[in-house]
């Protein structure tokens, strides 16, 4: 089955109530049963079913059953948002006096997240590019992960997986990725080795801009070291599902970060239609930034352009896709502002993934809690501009950009 059959037909596609062709959305917080008993054999794991939407709910369920399919993973967790998903993918392994190597172009509020954890006592140490060979030096008997992004956002460099996996479980370490820029679409980081996939499913997923989520998607290979990893010493007998009974069962359930189920359900609806969207967000994308990098002097950032340090890897990894962002440089802060508020088509909001493209001046917005020393790890100047680009026709795309750029050029 090829990747937009499986959209609809595949495994992760179950017989809904009814006959429904999507999953019912289940808009309740609590399951009635006939008997204590039942709920006894619930509560204690012996008996199939719902009882507590924090806990689960069938509709969420059917969205994670069909994200853990085209991530080929293990099992699936959905959350409340992508900060939810990445800071609970984290907590479920980590504790005081723990470390976390990360790559220093992080989406900003991971940065954010991991600022914070600090003050509980959970270190992150930082690599410029997250490579062997700048990790290595980082390494100590404190690390306990590896947390990196598949394409950041806004930096949009591509993490070579295959290689800083192989470099993480020779040091005994789970390798965690957010995919949120990449979806399945273009890459299943499973395959090339990676441990816990990300994603915040606000963007492409949802596709439509219309529910704040995330997901956990546990890859199955890691053999977790109950020693080194104390927290899962009690899921022991889990094997390689520890991580995911662990999550399930501790802190995603008692942080209550949850997805709510209407958003599961607009989840599946916009999942429908993801290679539909990917497909022309990414044409879309190149034909824009090839058109761009044709005016002078602009300075154009997207994977597959000629003499992108990361367009090899972008061929390699994602079959010659480069996904949906680009950035650009436009000279001074006051031009891109005047850019930005010129544009026709593009619209003025943060985010990303969206049916419609979305423009936005990350110095003055999405970055303003990191230093000037980690904006310029992640890519973000005051002259930079993320455009996040949309279904709409190419051509109207090229003109709105080519014209308004060369004017206030
Ligand atoms: C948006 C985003 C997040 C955060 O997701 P939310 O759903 O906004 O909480 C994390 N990582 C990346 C790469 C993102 O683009």
Same mark, same amino acid.
């Given at each position: 089955?090829?990747?937009?059959?499986?959209l609809l037909?595949?495994?992760g596609?179950?017989n809904?109530a009814d006959? =429904?062709?999507?999953?019912?959305i289940?808009?309740?917080s609590?399951?009635?049963?006939?008997?204590?008993?039942e709920?006894d054999?619930?509560?204690?794991?012996? &008996?199939?079913?719902?009882a507590?939407s924090?806990v689960?709910?069938?509709?969420?369920?059917a969205?994670?059953q069909?994200?853990?399919e085209?991530?080929?993973g293990?099992?699936a967790?959905? %959350?409340?948002?992508?900060? &939810?998903a990445?800071?609970l993918?984290?907590?479920n392994?980590?504790?005081?006096g723990?470390?976390?190597i =990360?790559?220093s172009?992080? *989406?900003?509020g991971?940065?954010?997240l991991?600022?914070?954890?600090?003050?509980?006592?959970?270190?992150?140490? *930082?690599a410029?590019?997250?490579?062997p060979e700048?990790?290595?030096?980082?390494?100590s008997p404190?690390t306990?992960?590896?947390f990196g992004?598949?394409?950041?956002n806004?930096?949009?460099e591509?993490l070579?997986?295959?290689?800083?996996?192989d470099?993480?479980?020779g040091?005994g370490?789970?390798l965690?990725?957010?995919?949120? @820029? +990449?979806?399945?679409?273009?890459?299943?980081?499973? /395959?090339?080795?990676?441990?816990?996939?990300i994603?915040?499913t606000t963007?492409?997923?949802n596709?439509?801009?219309?529910a704040?989520g995330g997901?956990i998607?546990?890859g199955g290979?890691?053999?977790w070291?109950?020693?080194?990893?104390?927290g899962?010493?009690?899921y022991?007998?889990y094997g390689k599902?520890?991580?995911?009974?662990?999550?399930?069962?501790d802190?995603?359930e008692?942080?209550?970060?949850?997805?709510?189920?209407? $958003?599961?359900?607009l989840?599946?609806?916009?999942? /429908?239609?993801?290679?539909l969207?990917m497909?022309r967000? %990414?044409?879309?994308a190149k034909?824009?930034?090839?058109?761009?990098? /044709?005016?002078?002097?602009?300075e154009v950032? *997207?994977?597959?352009?000629?003499g992108?340090?990361?367009? #090899?890897?972008? #061929?390699?990894?994602?079959?010659?896709?480069?996904?949906?962002i680009? @950035?650009f440089r =436009?000279?001074?802060? /006051?031009?891109a502002?005047? !850019?930005i508020?010129a544009l026709h088509y593009a619209?003025?909001?943060t985010s990303i993934g969206d049916t419609? $493209?979305?423009? !936005?001046h990350?110095e003055s @917005?999405i970055y303003?809690?990191?230093?000037?020393?980690?904006?310029?790890a992640a890519? +973000? *100047? #005051?002259d930079t501009?993320?455009?996040?680009?949309? !279904?709409?026709d190419?051509?109207d795309l090229?003109?709105?950009?080519?014209?308004?750029?060369r004017h206030?050029?």
């Open positions: 089955m090829n990747f937009n059959t499986r037909h595949g495994k596609v179950k809904y006959g =429904a062709t999507l999953p019912p289940a808009q309740v609590a399951f009635r049963y006939q008997a204590a008993e709920l054999k619930v509560f204690h794991h012996k &008996a199939m079913g719902y507590y924090r689960s709910n069938p509709s969420v369920a969205f994670e069909r994200i853990n085209l991530e080929k293990n099992a967790v959905a %959350c409340s948002s992508g900060m &939810a990445i800071a993918a984290l907590l392994i980590l504790s005081c723990d470390e976390i =990360a790559s172009g992080l *989406y900003g991971s940065i954010d991991l600022e914070d954890l600090s003050k509980f006592g959970i270190r992150t140490k *930082y410029r590019h997250l490579t700048e990790a290595e030096p980082l390494i404190k306990r992960l590896i992004e598949v394409l950041s806004p930096s949009l591509v070579d997986v295959r290689k800083i996996a470099f993480a479980h040091h370490l789970p965690f990725v957010d995919a949120t @820029t +990449v979806t399945p679409y273009l890459f299943n980081p499973v /395959e090339f080795g990676a441990d816990v996939v994603h915040s963007k492409y997923i596709g439509s801009g219309d704040v997901i998607v546990d290979h890691f053999p070291d109950f020693d080194r990893f104390e899962l010493s009690g022991r007998r599902l520890a991580y995911t009974i662990r999550l399930r069962t802190i995603w008692n942080m209550g970060g949850c997805m709510a189920p209407m $958003t599961a359900f989840n599946v609806i916009g999942l /429908e239609t993801l290679g969207r497909g967000i %990414c044409s879309n034909a824009l930034a090839s058109a761009l990098a /044709e005016i002078p002097g602009l950032n *997207y994977p597959l352009l000629p992108n340090p990361s367009k #090899e890897l972008a #061929e390699s990894q994602f079959g010659g896709r480069g996904g949906g680009l @950035t =436009a000279g001074s802060k /006051e031009r502002f005047r !850019i508020n619209v003025r909001a419609r $493209t979305l423009v !936005i990350p @917005t303003i809690r990191s230093t000037k020393d980690q904006r310029e890519g +973000v *100047y #005051e501009v993320r455009v996040s680009v949309g !279904i709409e190419p051509e090229i003109q709105d950009f080519t014209e308004t750029i206030y050029r």
